[in-house]
T-cell receptor
Framework: GDSVTQMEGPVTLSEEAFLTINCTYTATGYPSLFWYVQYPGEGLQLLLK?????DKGSNKGFEATYRKETTSFHLEKGSVQVSDSAVYFCVYSSASKIIFGSGTRLSIRP | KAGVTQTPRYLIKTRGQQVTLSCSPI?????VSWYQQTPGQGLQFLFE???????NKGNFPGRFSGRQFSNSRSEMNVSTLELGDSALYLCASSLAMGDRRGNEQFFGPGTRLTVL
């Protein structure tokens, strides 16, 4: 069946480090893919999305490319900041279901 | 534009009781989805309502039910509460226009339910 597998956390990095959070999926159709973020004490909010293969979503310095050949949607940022500390969710959305990854807690040290 | 609001924000119940949670979507949004978030199971989809009809349903027992009103407000009901129902219940709304797969969901702050 359809599923989303995301990198286990927690992930701790120093400020200005390069970030990758891996996300892979299995799909029976052509889903859209999202990254949502949950900052401490706040609700979930959309970070970026891609609706078809080879699309690249980007926002706030974060990027992710929808790779159909590797069924992946890895989240990357070239230089993280303390304010990026949050929980990140990879999300798969099809016409009939939406599946959240388990979430990756990211902590950035000053 | 006001965001998604959920009431109450916190709730304490005992086993066997029932509870009703409320969600008011962003004005103009016709789709409302409900999720359960727990440390052990993560975020799990409960159901989605669109134009007062349940459109999709997750893998939860029949004790979990919901409905949507003509103004798009939605309620979720859990009957015969169990300890394992303690969780943060999140509501999300979306425009649900066009290709639904690409719709952004806007989340409320959640209702934290504790079952004793």
């Amino acid at each position: 069946g359809d599923s989303v597998t995301q990198m286990e956390g927690p992930v701790t990095l120093s400020e200005e480090a390069f970030l990758t959070i891996n996300c892979t999926y299995t799909a029976t159709g052509y889903p859209s893919l999202f990254w949502y973020v949950q900052y401490p004490g706040e609700g979930l909010q959309l970070l970026l999305k891609a609706t078809k293969a080879d699309d690249k979503g980007s926002n706030k310095g974060f990027e992710a490319t929808y790779r159909k050949e590797t069924t992946s949607f890895h989240l990357e940022k070239g230089s993280v900041q303390v304010s990026d500390s949050a929980v990140y969710f990879c999300v798969y959305s099809s016409a009939s279901k939406i599946i959240f990854g388990s979430g990756t807690r990211l902590s950035i040290r000053p | 534009k006001a965001g998604v609001t959920q009431t109450p924000r916190y709730l304490i119940k005992t086993r066997g009781q029932q509870v009703t949670l409320s969600c008011s979507p962003i004005s103009g949004h016709r789709s409302v989805s409900w999720y359960q978030q727990t440390p052990g199971q993560g975020l799990q989809f409960l159901f989605e309502y669109f134009s007062e009809t349940q459109r999709n349903k997750g893998n939860f027992p029949g004790r979990f039910s919901g409905r949507q009103f003509s103004n798009s407000r939605s309620e979720m009901n859990v009957s015969t509460l169990e300890l394992g129902d303690s969780a943060l219940y999140l509501c999300a709304s979306s425009l649900a226009m066009g290709d639904r797969r690409g719709n952004e969901q806007f989340f409320g702050p959640g209702t934290r339910l504790t079952v004793l």
